[in-house]
């Protein structure tokens, strides 16, 4: 058990059966009454978040969650398969599971699986991937750094918006938590 005075964003805990992480927190000390914790939690079986409410020094389960270093390998109809980097060990997570990750996933990537137990949660991704850009509009001389962006399309299918000076070919570094452009690779 642990105190929701002991939160940490990233913190995997037990709620009704249910398996959360807890993407933010805020400990709230009201002028009258009791304090409590406010919190945005992540389902991590259905990918729904929640915000919940705590009395001050509450009591949680915390789940233990083990991350597993795996390699992506391919895509075969509607599941994805990934590769135990240790024991050769394959297995295939149905698209459903991994959607939104897609957008960032290369073949030979290596991410980490989230395991409950035996049950399979989903993919945890670098904060950072390195992606090409496969279409987007030619810069036009005259056209600054920090004077707008445009749409590109990456290697996976994602579109972001990037400044004017990137072009076609080039290697982009994105960020996965939120999917926009960081820098030039």
């Known amino acids: 058990m642990i105190s929701v005075n002991d939160f940490k964003n990233g913190l995997t805990i037990l709620v009704d059966g249910e398996i959360w992480r807890v993407v933010e927190f805020q400990h709230v000390k009201p002028g009258k009454g009791s304090a409590f ?3 945005k939690l992540k389902n991590l079986r259905s990918g729904a978040v929640q915000e919940k409410t705590f009395r001050a020094g509450e009591k949680v389960e915390r789940a233990q969650i083990d991350n597993k270093k795996m390699q992506y390998l391919y895509a075969d109809g509607t599941s994805h398969v990934f590769m135990d980097m240790e024991t050769y060990e394959q297995l295939e997570l149905p698209e459903e599971r991994v959607k939104q990750e897609l957008n960032y996933l290369k073949e030979n990537m290596v991410v980490s ?46 579109v972001v918006q990037v400044p004017f000076f990137i072009n076609e070919g080039d290697v982009l570094t994105i960020n996965t938590q939120d999917g926009s452009y960081i820098s030039r690779a």
Do not use: H
């Not at 409950?116 to 850009?133: F, I, K």
């Open 37 to 39: 914790v406010r919190s």
């Open 113 to 158: 699986i989230i395991m409950y137990g035996s049950e399979t949660l989903g993919v945890e991704l670098p904060n950072t991937v390195d992606l090409e850009v496969k279409a987007t509009e030619p810069g036009i001389k005259g056209d600054t750094a920090s004077g707008g962006s445009k749409p590109a399309t990456l290697e996976t299918g994602l």
